[in-house]
């Protein structure tokens, strides 16, 4: 092997995004958002102590033992995931490194999603070691979340043509698609504090954070519901720009139709007592439409040589 390739890294990585860093890409997106799945399960369960310390499972074991019951392994399951987590992170900044010049966006992304992988585990620990401080595990799902986001950027990247690009849509367009962000943001934000008042603590003796549950309800319903009201403006408003992005349409209808069914979820799970099932999906969906707005954020632009 030449000095040179030696430097740029081994012939056997890609040179260019092919089916591998394709699949790759897609397996840890996959994994991150089952992440979430199984972390609601483990909380929603009561199964956040299952493994009462941190890194091992009990100060003499480091995996559950059978006088901990059903919480210790589903604990120790979703630790587990997080090491294939870790490991598909790991290898899809592998793949990417032979284009760490040319594709610098790809390598910063999969570099970030390692980095946030390792950042939540520690947090992770600490959610034990504080028993399930409702702050703290709030700020787990969050930058869950944030991962899912990332993961999907790199997607929506390997997609496109590297070099310098262009706004594609009207001033006005992107200012309303960055509000609809930010409205998105607070509305988890709301959600988030909406959990940490109620009653899935992921342990009986796990504290919560003393707010009122049902105002946070209602407050988190608000940004909701003007989330799908500036999602319907961005659905409506692409159509004028299906010409020069095909994509738009298609990533805001799917915006607002994960948005109703969010909003369904919502309402049922406010009514019938908050079931297991329909607060694990709601946790879900609220991933993958976040998801969807950073593919929708990420559709703003076009190479520059496209310009017309």
């Not at 394709?22 to 493994?51: H, K, M, P, Q």
């Not at 033992?65 to 604990?75: A, F, K, N, R, S």
């Not at 698609?177 to 959990?195: E, P, R, S, Y």
């Not at 908050?274 to 950073?294: D, I, K, R, S």
Request: hydrophobic share 50%.
């Amino acid at each position: 092997m030449s000095a040179e390739a030696t430097i740029a890294g081994p012939r056997w990585l890609p040179d260019r995004v092919d089916t591998r860093i394709r699949v790759f890409a897609w397996l840890s997106w996959a994994a991150e958002v089952l992440i979430i799945a199984t972390g609601g399960a483990v909380r929603l369960t009561g199964s956040g102590l299952g493994c009462p310390t941190w890194p091992t499972c009990t100060p003499e074991s480091l995996v559950p033992t059978p006088e901990m019951g059903i919480h210790g392994i589903i604990e120790f399951g979703n630790r587990t995931l997080t090491g294939l987590v870790g490991i598909l992170a790991v290898i899809v900044l592998l793949l990417v490194w032979r284009l760490r010049r040319e594709r610098r966006d790809l390598f910063v992304l999969a570099g970030i999603v390692v980095g946030g992988v390792v950042a939540q585990a520690i947090v992770g620990g600490i959610t034990v070691w504080t028993g399930l401080n409702p702050f703290i595990v709030g700020f787990h799902y969050a930058a869950s979340v944030a991962l899912v986001c990332v993961t999907t950027a790199f997607l929506v990247r390997a997609g496109q043509e590297p070099g310098p690009r262009v706004l594609a849509v009207p001033r006005w367009f992107a200012v309303t698609t960055h509000v609809t962000t930010f409205v998105l943001a607070i509305t988890i934000v709301f959600g988030i504090l909406t959990t940490g008042a109620g009653p899935h603590s992921g342990d009986a003796d796990a504290g919560r954070s003393g707010f009122n549950a049902e105002l946070l309800e209602h407050i988190h319903a608000w940004p909701g519901y003007a989330l799908l009201v500036l999602s319907v403006v961005l659905l409506v408003g692409s159509w004028s720009r299906r010409d020069r992005v095909p994509s738009l349409p298609l990533w805001t209808a799917l915006l607002v139709g994960i948005e109703l069914v969010q909003i369904a979820v919502g309402l049922y799970q406010a009514r019938n007592g908050l079931p297991v099932w329909a607060v694990g999906t709601h946790m879900v969906l609220a991933a993958l439409t976040a998801a969807t707005m950073t593919v929708v954020v990420l559709s703003l632009k076009t190479p520059a040589d496209r310009r017309s």
